[in-house]
């Protein structure tokens, strides 16, 4: 099967596609079910999460697709790809292998990159008692998510975000709109003001079929940073430590640290990766999200600002909702043969790197 047909055209298919890969492949799912958000169809949502290999193996390959909703097109086209080349059959007596599909599965219906609060789920990690400062945010909010999308509004809004990146530069200016905020309830990157459903469940999954593996390899699936098709694998670990070197040795030029700033990535906050550390009973944790891209910066940004502004100031009634809803979709998932193949095949890769070392 040629890889493009293993990429999903929205959120429904995608999980009916996962679930008969699961099937024809002997493979048991457990679901978890939303207890209150609805699709856009209105038509309930689900976590799922297929498990390959026996329960209490050492060694545990982690795979998750849709962290970040609309981004989930290629995760869960990567997922069900896998299963139907056969990935069951690559667990071993002493590893496992576990693919949580549609982490955020209000993103992913809704073509959103948040979740059912607004909320950026690789962003919510944190003590929502005292959150983390974003400063520069702040001093920028209006300007990052305008609350109406006038032109001349628009125009004043991008006037001050380039004077910032004139004195700071522009990573700086990716950094403080991107790395995480947690007072913007009506902004991006927002990292919620309570634990989100999603965060919750992966948290319940790492107690129940994860801490315990003496040797614990994620990949979190991301599209939207980087050249069309380009890809890299992005960990928050430091250069010199041992998680670093253990990433390394698995994906070797490939492999980016955000927080040394090697990678496309700011360093962000609130993490996943940053979070599963915390829950590990002893063992190793090896986490990497694979990043592939899509578009230019400024046209992500844009889609995703007037995706914000769509939800938080308008609704799916507007004239406008049905071209910013194509925009974004677009921004984080080129529905291109060229596009799906050159994602599918790094995906491909860095699986069967991670793949090795749990053998
Ligand atoms: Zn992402």
Redesign the pocket.
């Known amino acids: 099967m040629t890889p493009e047909r293993h990429f999903p055209s929205h959120y429904r298919a995608a999980r009916a596609a996962f679930l008969d890969a699961c099937e024809a492949a002997d493979v048991g799912v457990a679901t978890r079910t939303h207890p209150s958000a609805r699709g856009i169809d209105g038509e309930p949502l689900f976590l799922d999460v297929a498990t390959i290999g026996p329960r209490d193996a050492r060694s545990a390959l982690l795979l998750i697709s849709g ?2 909703g609309v ?1 989930g097109y290629f995760g869960s086209g990567v997922q069900t790809g896998l299963l139907r080349e056969g990935v069951a059959k690559r667990a071993s007596t002493d590893g496992k292998i576990v693919l949580l599909h549609a982490l955020n599965p209000f993103g992913f219906s809704w073509d959103r ?1 948040v979740n059912e609060d607004n909320a950026d789920v ?1 962003r919510n990690f944190v003590d929502h008692a005292l959150p983390p400062a974003n400063a520069a945010y702040d001093s920028l909010a209006d300007a990052i998510a305008p609350a109406d999308m006038a032109a001349e509004t628009v125009k004043a809004a991008n006037t001050k975000l380039r004077a910032y990146a004139r004195q700071h530069g522009a990573f700086a200016l990716q950094a403080a709109i991107s790395s995480g905020q947690w007072r913007h309830r009506k902004g991006v990157y927002y990292g919620g003001g309570h634990e989100a459903w999603s965060a919750r469940m992966l948290k319940d999954l790492f107690r129940d079929e994860l801490s315990h593996a003496e040797r614990l390899t994620v990949v979190d699936f ?3 940073l980087g050249d069309c098709g380009a890809a890299e694998m992005i960990t928050e670990d430091l250069p010199g430590s041992e998680a670093y070197a253990r990433a390394k040795s698995l994906w070797r030029a490939r492999l980016r640290s955000s927080e040394a700033g090697e990678s496309l990535s700011a360093p962000l906050k609130g993490t996943i990766d940053k979070a599963a550390g915390g829950w590990m009973a002893g063992g190793t944790l090896t986490f990497a ?1 694979l ?1 592939v891209g899509t578009a230019p910066v400024r046209e992500v940004f844009d889609a995703l600002r007037r995706d914000n502004w769509l939800h938080a100031y308008a609704d799916m009634a507007h004239p406008q909702a049905g071209p910013i809803k194509r925009q974004i979709r677009d921004a984080f998932y080129p529905d291109t043969r060229e596009w799906k193949r050159a994602v599918w095949n790094h995906a491909a890769e860095v699986v069967d790197a991670a793949l090795a070392a749990i053998a």
């Open positions: 962290t970040h981004e990159r690789n991301h599209t939207g999200a990043e």
